[in-house]
């Protein structure tokens, strides 16, 4: 089973602040998940889960130091695969590279970690450019993939409008303070024809249910866990559709009996109760046009 990473807290206490719910505004919750000495809160009004009170994103950057950087090198490739094969079933297949009229196709990896995962599309023929805040992983996807990396936020970066094929944020959006501020500003990057994948734990999925507070994802660096529907709602609000959806993982691996592993699985991903999503999404009012990346 693979473990989510979870930053221990520094020496220093961490400033935390009540939120408004990021998708309704509103500021009551009803129901409670409590893990490792913080809260989950549900959304009364829209249901989405938000950490409160949350942590300011200046310490959320301020974990992400040398640790990080060797638990991701000590998993990088099992996640790559992964990634590679729910991208792939959402239709983003790095060996399609160039667009119908022979155009190069380019990529964004918001979160790129390690670069692992970017430098197979970079390999295939993709331009491909990374951002990343953590500055020892953004140093070793330059000097060991070689990959154009920004260090920083998307919203610090400053990349040119209307430029991207595909933007691609494996398990980051249930980490920012703002997924907001984040998705408008991907809209800006995309180009009209482009798409967004976006990968997150499923707050609907069989495992939260089962498992509330102790869901693996429950976790400190969490601020927000979505589901289908609030994610869906939060990138119609800043201009998406929601094009794709898909799931995966069921039955918690090792937990007994073991014999309902398969069926579980199976049934979790046919019914869109999979432990971790993948959506697909794009630009609200190009939606009719032939997208780019899957010609
Ligand atoms: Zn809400």
């Not at 693979?2 to 009540?18: L, Q, W």
């Not at 009551?28 to 829209?46: D, H, L, N, V, Y």
């Not at 450019?129 to 970066?157: H, K, W």
């Not at 094009?243 to 014999?259: I, S």
């Amino acid at each position: 089973m693979i473990r989510t990473f979870s930053s221990n807290a520094g020496a220093e206490p961490e400033e935390a602040t009540t939120l408004p719910c990021p998708l309704c505004g509103a500021m009551e919750t009803r129901g409670e998940w409590p893990a490792q000495g913080i809260a989950f809160k549900r959304c009364s009004t829209c249901g989405l889960w938000r950490q409160d009170p949350q942590p300011h994103a200046q310490a959320i950057v301020a974990r992400y130091g040398d640790d990080y950087l060797a638990y991701e090198t000590a998993r990088h490739m099992e996640y790559r695969g992964i990634a590679l094969r729910s991208l792939s079933e959402a239709g983003l297949e790095p060996a399609r590279s160039s667009a119908s009229d022979g155009r190069r196709l380019s990529v964004l990896e918001i979160g790129c970690a390690t670069g692992a995962l970017l430098s197979v599309f970079a390999e295939a023929g993709w331009a491909a450019t990374g951002v990343e805040v953590g500055p020892s992983m953004a140093a070793y996807a330059r000097s060991v993939f070689g990959l154009n990396v920004v260090q920083g936020t998307i919203e610090t970066a400053g990349l040119p409008a209307s430029t991207c094929d595909a933007v691609v944020a494996t398990h980051l959006v249930e980490h920012l303070n703002d997924p907001r501020s984040f998705l408008r500003e991907v809209r800006r990057t995309l180009r009209h024809d482009g798409a967004l994948w976006l990968v997150t734990p499923n707050a609907d999925g069989f495992q939260a249910r089962l498992k509330g507070a102790h869901w693996r994802s429950a976790i400190r660096d969490h601020l927000y866990l979505f589901s289908v529907r609030t994610l869906g709602a939060l990138l119609s609000a800043e201009g998406f559709s929601v094009d794709h959806v898909g799931t995966w993982g069921g039955w918690p691996a090792g937990m007994r009996p073991l014999f309902l592993k398969k069926p579980v699985d199976a049934a979790a991903k046919r019914l869109g109760w999979g432990d971790v999503m993948v959506i697909r999404a794009t630009i609200k009012a190009r939606k009719r046009q032939e997208p780019a990346w899957n010609t």
